[in-house]
């Protein structure tokens, strides 16, 4: 359960970022909702998985849920290049997260 809590709060940290994308587009509230719902919930859900898988994998499969999500969002939603590489290292970043699950 620790780690579908954690990957939850890989999405939040991706909501937040996108949220950071919104407040420099426009500064709206709902722009700052996002933003600060977004890294809110991540944070929250990462310490609640944080009481079963130890510190340093819980922050480095969050943080590279994060990164792999706010790159893929990127592309997506705003229009960053889609390179070729990026999308293998982005790849790599998601391999090492699941291989640390593996170890876990």
Known sequence: MSWIILV???????VGV??????????????FSVLVGGFGVSFLLLSLAM??????????VWTGIG???GALAGMLL???PKQWI???FISM?????????LLA
Do not use: C, D
């Open 8 to 14: 939850l709060a890989g999405f939040g940290e991706v």
């Open 18 to 31: 996108i949220g950071i994308q919104k407040v420099n587009e426009k500064r709206t509230w709902k722009s």
């Open 51 to 60: 009481r079963e898988i130890p510190m340093g994998t819980a922050y480095a």
């Open 67 to 69: 990164t792999a999500g």
């Open 78 to 80: 705003f229009g960053e």
């Open 86 to 88: 990026r999308v293998l």
């Open 93 to 101: 970043i998601l391999s090492a997260a699941i291989g640390l699950k």
